[in-house]
């Protein structure tokens, strides 16, 4: 059975997937949530011509000769306007964010000011609207103020906030359900037997699955039986996605194939040309999509990130396409196999931007520590040639 190609598996997944529905969520809420509609203005930003600085509002025609003493008739603070109008030979207190007085045209700093009881002295002058920031500066009602497709931040909050959005109609979560499979295996905080180790890929994978913006249904720890794995996977009916990890081989104690099968699901494909995760495994259920990842740590991961990631973008509006860089190899890597590589590596960048890529000695794919410590993956292509140092290489950045 020939391995399928990364490009091709990704290709393959991918396949018809639309993005989710739109649901409304409160603006306090949304930090991380992906727009599913432009966000309008509802308003103009500022509502009202407004004074930039502490100072006084004034005609700046009377300003143009200086210095000169004008009456002070009133105060303009900010939620608190003066009510009436200004005329020559008068100026309004005013403080930053207050709105204008009628008849008054700028703002005259009051470091350039004195002031005495009931009046101002005038001593540097102002040009028509100096020191005033109009009605709509910022914004105007109804322009489009964030795309659809956005995933918000604190700053898109924000806009969104001063734009009066107490809502934003976001894509609903992808709902993930996971599980990890083995008799092996034992919860975190547990005590291993003497054959025993402890589970990381299910915390691991939750956590990936939500950065990326998935909602998440850990379903535990499955024993090998057949019974208990079709029973999980019955429990991920409702979901967007199922994961498993572990289980998904052909040995006496590996049930995971067999029972998505009993439960209908459609496997597409198994087994990728790839180094590590070739053990990777990908099926339907109507709308259920299955990804069923190795048992090793860094292959799940390394797997759950080429696969899960665009999967969850797709079905959440965002874009797929294809996220590497390139730096320069720090030391020289040799030639490779009918497999693409994605290799651990620390990434150094220099002063002047540029960048150096260096592999980890050990690639096993058990040890997380490495894959923790890693910064990049360098891929090398299925029978990329012998590369020397400082020779580009093409990296994906580990973002989870």
Not at 14 to 19: E, N, R, Y
Not at 177 to 187: I, K, P, Q, S
Not at 189 to 207: F, H
Not at 389 to 398: F, N, P, S, V
Request: glycine share 10%; with cysteine; hydrophobic share 45%.
């Amino acid at each position: 059975m020939a391995l399928l190609p990364v490009e091709d598996a990704r290709t393959q997944i991918l396949k018809g997937v639309k993005a989710l529905g739109g649901e409304d969520v409160a603006i306090g809420e949304a930090q991380g949530r992906v727009l599913a509609k432009p966000l309008l203005a509802r308003r103009n930003q500022p509502p009202f011509d407004g004074s930039a600085m502490d100072g006084y509002a004034v005609l700046s025609a009377d300003t143009a000769s200086t210095p000169v003493v004008l009456k002070v008739t009133g105060v303009s603070a900010a939620g608190h306007r003066f009510a009436g109008m200004v005329r020559s030979g008068e100026a309004v207190r005013i403080f930053t964010g207050a709105p204008m007085p009628r008849g008054a045209d700028a703002v005259v700093i009051q470091e350039n000011t004195e002031a005495q009881d009931g009046s101002v002295t005038v001593l540097q002058g102002v040009k028509p609207a100096q020191n005033v920031r109009f009605t709509g500066l910022d914004f105007r009602r109804g322009e489009i103020l964030i795309p659809a497709g956005t995933r918000l931040n604190a700053r898109d909050i924000g806009l969104a906030a001063a734009a009066n959005a107490g809502t934003l109609r976001v894509r609903r979560k992808p709902v993930v359900a996971l599980f990890a499979t083995g008799d092996e295996l034992v919860l975190p905080g547990g005590r291993p037997g003497a054959d025993q180790i402890v589970s990381s890929n299910s915390n691991a994978l939750a956590a990936m699955a939500e950065r990326f913006g998935a909602k998440v249904v850990n379903l535990g720890i499955i024993p090998d039986s057949l019974k208990a794995t079709e029973r999980a996977i019955a429990k991920a009916s409702n979901a967007d996605i199922l994961l498993t990890t572990g289980g998904a081989s052909v040995g006496d104690h590996d049930y995971v194939q067999e029972a998505l099968k009993n439960s209908g699901v459609r496997i597409d494909f198994w087994k990728i040309a790839m180094r590590p995760g070739k053990p990777f495994m990908y099926g339907r259920k109507g709308p259920l999509q299955v990804m069923g990842l190795p048992g090793n740590p860094v292959s799940a991961l390394v797997c759950a990130r080429l696969f899960l990631k665009p999967l969850l973008d797709a079905m959440l509006g965002l874009a797929t396409g294809d996220d590497l860089a390139e730096a320069r190899l720090g030391t020289a890597m040799k030639e490779n196999d009918g497999r693409q590589d994605y290799v651990r590596a620390r990434l150094a960048i220099a002063a002047d931007g540029s960048r150096t890529v260096t592999p980890f000695s050990k690639q096993d794919s058990s040890m997380q520590r490495t894959f923790r410590e890693a910064d990049a993956l360098i891929v090398r292509p299925p029978h990329a040639p012998a590369a020397d140092k400082g020779d580009l290489a093409k990296i994906l950045l580990l973002d989870f």
